[in-house]
């Protein structure tokens, strides 16, 4: 994750804020893969590892914007 934020850095942009997601409902027809997957997200969420997020929500600040008013 941090190699990801400071290319964002390295490209003029500010991480303001970072949400990763677990799960997904692939296994929605397989019963017990289903409940497995269930649990690790769950998991996942008490115990988070960025590298293990299926989508993730980052917001990001242009630095040095003519049209900011900072």
Do not use: C
């Given at each position: 994750?941090?190699s990801?934020?400071?290319?964002?850095?390295?490209?003029?942009?500010?991480?303001?804020?970072?949400?990763?997601?677990?799960?997904?409902?692939?296994?929605?027809?397989?019963p017990?893969?289903?409940?497995?997957?269930?649990?690790?997200?769950?998991?996942?969420?008490?115990?988070?590892?960025?590298?293990?997020?299926?989508?993730?929500?980052?917001?990001?600040?242009?630095?040095?914007?003519?049209?900011?008013?900072?």
């Amino acid at each position: 994750m941090q190699s990801a934020i400071r290319r964002f850095d390295g490209i003029g942009w500010e991480v303001m804020g970072y949400r990763g997601y677990f799960g997904h409902g692939y296994y929605g027809r397989i019963p017990w893969l289903n409940r497995l997957h269930k649990w690790k997200s769950n998991f996942l969420n008490s115990h988070p590892v960025p590298l293990f997020t299926n989508n993730a929500l980052v917001t990001l600040r242009k630095l040095n914007n003519p049209y900011s008013d900072g």
